[in-house]
């Protein structure tokens, strides 16, 4: 498996739970929210203040200084590397900041001034995406997969269904008819949070309307990613894929058993069709007793981009182009499982990958219901980051589980589903099924390699943490430096995304949790135990929670390194200039190779989300810290031991905690017998009634002031 880079999702650390009075409010109990109560069938709700009332006024994201960039470059990157191997680097990074970079970076703030339209990362970032070749399955696509409805009776999959499709497109018109309350993140929500507030904002200038928030701490986020959540898929195109929307498209794809279906969920008026219909013609696809094709098209999309742009060539002038404007036009993919789910393991796998024919991996994003009603967002990761993912996802669980369209006593309408859904049937020629089967090989033996597992730290979360006054996500990234180094011995590369969402077009920012703090600390626990006193220990994590906490507040202002040094890179290649030394350096290419790339997620609405390693000899580290347990799920591929590493992570934790309450861990014996959840049907029924919140997938929002 070549070495990849993993482009993320989601919203990291400590996913800000302040941050819930804005992005994921929709599913906080008790919010309150600037707007009336519009025709509930059709719409979430209408705000008064207008969905993009601050987008013309968003500030620009800035460019760091070149000398900032190569000083927190080589900051991050003296843990990686010996006295010598640092001196080579730095000598590389001064040479750059004071010759071809400083002309790159001058060439790179001129081209930004020409374009006060977007952000100088947007284009380069898209381009990035949309350049790889590599298969979107593992590679970049994650999945956040939601907690049950709190009736359960309601998590039947009909039920279910029907209320999750009749909630997103009341999302989708709620956010196209301006009525979708804007993202802001409140630092003052008892000024700012208030309907005052909103009467008042609305009547500001879109020009000026960002100042107006900025008045009272209020901070709105850009939105500009949202439109393409609906009637999108990226179309395999032969050296860089492309981003299609058809806003006019009014049907909904449901995949089941490898078949494709098609109906409306819009009727010609511009209204939600009947949800008594909707159910019914869902209905009608579950009694479908069609068996999974011979060749299921659904593998397709998982290939390499360059083959399946080949292929979809073929399928095209194979006489396909109609039933495949058809999937790519419809507003969302709706994917009906045939199983039940076993456990968390089992989920993950599902919801991540699957078995390969019920998926359409290109869809802006899939909606998959298990048989059991388990619900997932599975998002193809091209068009935007996690930010308007995790919105929907709030709104649509609220929605569906406190405005339900139909109850399980509900009966389908009596309509003819038979005319009013088509089954779509695809012509296949002999090089295209041999396509097919080629692409389901490699699909599964990629699946194959894939380990995911999962751990409950129970003795302690986020309020003990904040008591002692150090920073929640600052001590999980610090058991994860010091898993790997009691598992592997090394300090290694590791990537934490920061959403920069604060900014017009911002995309994320990387924050390094690796630093000469962490790896001070971890050698002390893990190879120098006996001399340390706990005081010494306690000091110790108290300098990585201080030095973490910058990053991430640096990281979400836009003052990382990772973006401006990779513009500066595109930039050169742009302008035909040969690859400056600090790119050829090996220590830059070893920085950039991810082996712990992390995560975390908090949400109402949110069980369990995953992702895969970002390199080959990598960890996919999914995590949340929750008020009085830790939850850490991790994948791997053979290079590495998932279960041992979970095992240190658990370890870890119980000697930082044990450190923090004055308890001395060289008296405690190694207890990683402890670690809890394998998988069982036991740990999967407690940890879904239990848990509110949970980790997420790759790149990420900051909440600075939650970490």
């Known amino acids: 498996m070549a070495t990849r880079r993993r482009l993320l999702l989601l919203l990291s650390p400590a996913s800000c739970l302040r941050r819930t009075k804005a992005l994921g409010a929709a599913a906080a109990p008790g919010l309150r929210r600037g707007y009336s109560s519009a025709d509930s069938s059709q719409h979430l709700h209408r705000s008064i203040v207008p969905t993009m009332h601050f987008q013309q006024s968003l500030p620009r994201l800035p460019i760091p200084k070149l000398e900032d960039t190569v000083r927190r470059y080589l900051n991050a990157q003296k843990p990686l590397l010996d006295d010598d191997q640092f001196r080579k680097t730095e000598e590389l990074g001064r040479s750059f900041e004071h010759g071809i970079g400083r002309e790159l970076h001058e060439q790179l703030v001129a081209q930004d001034k020409q374009n006060k339209h977007t952000s100088y990362i947007s284009g380069a970032w898209f381009d990035m995406y949309l350049s790889s070749r590599e ?37 989708l018109k709620t956010l196209r008819a301006g009525y979708l309350e804007p993202e802001i993140f409140h630092l003052n929500p008892d000024k700012s949070d208030t309907q005052t507030f909103r009467r008042l904002i609305r009547f500001v200038p879109s020009s000026l309307s960002w100042f107006g928030a900025y008045m009272v701490n209020a901070y709105p986020l850009d939105m500009s990613q949202y439109f393409r959540l609906f009637n999108s898929t990226r179309l395999p195109k032969l ?5 299609f929307t058809d806003e006019k498209a009014k049907h909904l794809l449901v995949l089941r058993n490898g078949n494709f279906y098609v109906f409306d969920v819009i009727d010609r008026d511009g209204n939600i069709v009947k949800p008594s219909e909707i159910q019914a013609h869902l209905k009608y696809i579950l009694s479908d007793n069609s068996p999974a094709p011979a060749f299921p098209l659904a593998y397709l999309p998982s290939e390499n981009r360059d083959i399946w742009a080949l292929l979809r060539q073929k399928l095209l002038d194979n006489g396909n182009e109609e039933v495949l404007q058809k999937v790519d036009s419809a507003v969302f993919c709706l994917c009906l499982d045939d199983f039940p789910i076993k456990d968390l393991v089992h989920l993950s796998h599902t919801m991540l990958h ?16 298990s048989k059991d009603g388990n619900a997932a967002i599975h998002f193809e990761h091209s068009w935007g980051d996690g930010v308007a993912v995790l919105r929907f996802q709030n709104e649509v669980f609220k929605d569906s589980t406190q405005k339900p369209a139909v109850t399980p006593q509900s009966q389908p309408a009596a309509v003819d589903s038979s005319s009013a859904v088509q089954k779509l049937s695809f012509k296949l020629n002999d090089a295209l099924k041999a396509g097919i089967t080629k692409a389901k090989q490699n699909f599964d033996a990629t699946m194959e390699t894939l380990t995911l597992d999962f751990i409950r730290f129970k003795k302690g979360g986020k309020k003990f943490l904040k008591q002692k ?15 790997f180094l009691r598992q592997y011995g090394q300090t290694v590369a590791t990537y934490e995304s920061c959403s920069t969402a604060a900014f017009k077009h911002g995309r994320t920012e990387t924050i390094r949790p690796a630093s000469i703090y962490t790896k001070k600390c971890t050698e002390a626990f893990v190879r120098r135990p006996p001399k340390h006193s706990t005081e010494e220990l306690q000091q110790m994590i108290a300098e990585c929670s201080k030095y973490h906490s910058q990053l991430t507040k640096e990281a979400a202002m836009g003052q990382g390194f990772d973006r401006h040094l990779f513009s500066l890179r595109c930039l050169a290649a742009s302008k035909g200039i040969p690859l400056p030394d600090i790119y050829q350096d090996q220590a830059y290419a070893q920085l950039n190779h991810n082996i712990l790339s992390t995560s975390t997620l908090s949400s109402p609405a949110v069980n369990i989300g995953g992702f895969a390693p970002v390199v080959p000899d990598g960890l996919g580290v999914a995590y949340g810290v929750h008020d009085d347990w830790i939850g850490c799920s991790t994948s791997s591929y053979p290079a590495r031991n998932v279960h041992e590493f979970l095992q240190c992570v658990h370890k870890s934790l119980e000697d930082i905690f044990h450190v923090l309450e004055d308890t001395s861990i060289f008296q405690l014996k190694d207890n990683t017998s402890a670690v809890e959840g394998k998988g069982g049907e036991g740990d999967y029924t407690e940890l879904i009634q239990n848990s509110n919140l949970i980790w997420r997938s790759q790149a990420g929002f900051n909440c600075i002031w939650e970490s």
Request: net charge negative; hydrophobic share 40%.
């Open 135 to 171: 298969s979107v399955v593992l590679n970049f696509n994650p999945f956040m997969s939601f907690n049950p409805d709190p009736k359960a009776e309601y998590n039947d999959q009909l039920t279910r269904a029907t209320n999750m499709t009749v909630s997103a497109i009341r999302f």
């Open 239 to 243: 050296s860089r894929d492309e981003l």
């Open 354 to 369: 699957g078995d390969g024919i019920n998926r359409w991996y290109d869809k802006s994003f899939n909606l998959i219901l």
């Open 469 to 483: 006054k150090i920073s929640p996500d600052a001590v999980a990234q610090l058991s994860f430096q010091m898993a």
